[in-house]
């Protein structure tokens, strides 16, 4: 999953109370995945981002393999990693699922297997993929090239593997470097030992070394005391929101804090301790078993595994919660990861063949849910299937679409008046893309709604400036943040069609 910075809604910086330390240990009996049963322009108002109609569905995929890791390429397909096979697949609408990688060393035992999948926010420069997986002696992180997927660099090994507990999660944070969820691997007391990597959030940079800033000097660790992370998502301030397993009475929705304690396995749901944090959310293992997790506007969504159900849950913009809602209850079996995917669509996978569903004929699925103000659902013509190039390319004879770019920026900030004119046909529900190249950072925008994953930067219209005729202008402006150099992007796409950019 890489970063979406969902746009639109002011957001106050805040985090919730709690303290930091190491606290005790205290034995506790493992439990493997939950099984089912038991219980500048005058603007209109913040766009509705996250509020997505989930009566009608659109299946993108069937017949999968317990699909789990997800992220999106440029193009807009995504990729997904099947558990049990060792796949890596390319899913877009309208298509077959087509493998593109096989990655070597796959041991598919009990919960092991091909897990977390994450594309490198830098992808259009440097083509990673980022994989984690277990082995025959451990779970560790690869990463590989579409153009070259044989040939699989490991950044990150020895980790411990065990038939339940191995983590899996994997996702590019805002500044650029990877999270890793690692599970205690059923060995509950070393998440409360800062020198084992068990039961931990890791942050590491894209090639597996340390960063000078993690909380301890030469170590991956970022936040300690954790049973079983199976979501990570980031708020638009940059904040990060953790799904967490129990074992037999609370699930959690934790805001993870560097060198944060959660308590594993002293604590389980709140406590009210000063030597750990509380959860944001606690659940029954009945109605959620939380797997994967992602952000839209003002919410976080959360695939749940035992619960059979996706939970939307509100955010407050302070780093609290509001009253979470159960979307999906019962519909699709179990659900494993759920992602904001880059055309505004929430995107969830089942896990109904991973031995504790029980799959309909068409499982695993993918389905995807259109956002409620969504006028038209977006194109499904099929993206290329190469990698994308490292530059723009060629168009012959008049451009489709020309970008007008201004910006007024300061020592650290700009802000970019933008006029994209239409040299096709009449549009009905418009999407501007670039590419950012160094170190810019959307963090509001007017006129419609702004999204960023990595240094890819989304644009989409709002409802009421939907329509974009022949040779008409759309213009709309955005706020960011930025640190050397803050070069005008070159690589616009309207509707994943080139533009030109004028003098």
């Known amino acids: 999953m890489r970063i979406r910075l969902a746009i639109g809604v002011a957001l106050t910086a805040g985090l919730v109370a709690g303290s930091v330390g190491l606290g005790g240990l205290a034995g506790a009996v493992p439990n493997a995945e939950r099984q089912p049963g038991g219980a500048g322009n005058a603007a209109p108002g913040p766009l509705a981002v996250g509020d997505f109609d989930f009566t009608r569905p659109e299946t993108v995929a069937t017949g999968l393999q317990v699909p789990w890791g ?189 060198g944060g304690n959660y308590g594993w396995p002293t604590v389980e749901g709140r406590a009210g301790d000063p030597r750990f944090r509380d959860p944001l959310l606690t659940w029954t293992p009945a109605e959620a078993s939380p797997s994967g997790a992602t952000i839209a506007g003002d919410r976080l969504f959360v695939a749940s595994l035992r619960g059979n159900r996706l939970w939307n849950v509100p955010l407050t913009g302070t780093g609290a919660v509001g009253t979470p809602t159960a979307e999906l209850v019962g519909a699709y079996g179990r659900l494993r990861t759920v992602e904001y995917g880059p055309d505004g669509w929430l995107w969830v996978a089942t896990s109904n063949r991973d031995g504790r569903g029980t799959p309909a004929a068409a499982d695993d699925r993918i389905l995807r849910f259109p956002p409620r103000d969504a006028n038209t659902p977006p194109p499904t013509t099929p993206p290329p299937t190469s990698p994308p190039p490292t530059s723009p390319p060629p168009t012959a004879g008049p451009a489709a679409c020309t970008v007008n770019w201004t910006a007024n920026q300061w020592n650290t900030g700009f802000t970019a008046e933008v006029g994209v004119t239409n040299g096709g046909a009449p549009l009905n529900g418009w999407t501007l893309t670039w590419s950012f190249g160094g170190n810019q950072q959307v963090t509001g925008g007017w006129n419609a709604q702004v999204t960023q994953s990595g240094r890819t930067v989304t644009a989409r219209n709002a409802a009421w400036n939907a329509a974009l005729p022949t040779n008409g202008t759309a213009s709309f402006g955005f706020q960011a943040t930025y640190s050397g150099t803050n070069n005008r992007p070159t690589d616009f796409r309207l509707n994943n069609i080139p533009c030109q950019t004028a003098v």
Do not use: C
């Open 70 to 258: 997800m992220d999106f390429l440029p193009d807009g397909s995504a990729l997904v990693a099947q558990r049990p096979t060792g796949q890596v697949v390319r899913v877009r609408p309208g298509q077959q699922p087509e493998t593109v990688a096989q990655i070597s060393g796959v041991t598919p035992t009990s919960e092991g297997g091909l897990l977390g999948l994450a594309v490198s926010p830098s992808y259009a420069q440097d083509g990673w993929i980022y994989v984690y997986f277990t082995t025959a002696t451990d779970n560790r992180i690869a990463r590989f090239r579409l153009t070259a997927p044989q040939t699989q660099q490991p950044i990150l090994t020895g980790l411990t593997r065990a038939a339940i507990h191995n983590g899996g999660r994997i996702a590019f944070g805002p500044d650029g470097l990877l999270y890793v969820g690692v599970g205690d691997a059923g060995q509950t007391a070393t998440a409360q030992d800062p020198q084992s990597r068990s039961g931990k959030i890791l942050r590491i940079r894209p090639d597996g070394t340390v960063p000078p800033d993690n909380p301890i000097a030469g170590s991956p660790v970022y936040s300690l005391g954790h049973r079983h992370v199976q979501g990570l998502a980031w708020d638009a301030q940059g904040r990060l929101y953790a799904t967490e397993f129990g074992q037999n009475t609370w699930d959690e929705v934790n805001l993870i804090v560097a």
